[in-house]
């Protein structure tokens, strides 16, 4: 099942609309970003009790974010190039 995963999910790159249709076992997923993009979870966060949202980047500039529902299932719910990691403004200042 990864290589499916892998040519779904390189399909990304031409076509940003299909980012909401590749869902897979989290696994699976996440082991497609850690081996072809070389991603790891830069940040997460939950949607009440029904979803885990992380952001995945590589050195490299490449970026995903992935909803995680609790059956475990992971969408990938968008992905582009050129992630930058940014210091967050000083207290009461705008970012």
Do not use: H
């Amino acid at each position: 099942m990864l290589k499916f995963t892998l040519a779904m999910i390189a399909a990304l790159a031409a076509s940003p609309a299909l980012a909401q249709s590749v869902c897979l076992p989290r696994a699976d997923l996440v082991a497609a970003l850690e081996t072809r993009w070389l991603e790891s979870p830069r940040m997460q966060g939950t949607l009440g009790t029904s979803a885990v949202y992380e952001m995945w980047a590589s050195e490299t500039g490449t970026w995903t974010i992935v909803r995680t529902n609790a059956e475990g299932v992971s969408c990938i719910v968008a992905a582009g190039q050129d992630f930058e990691q940014v210091a967050p403004p000083p207290d009461g200042e705008p970012m």
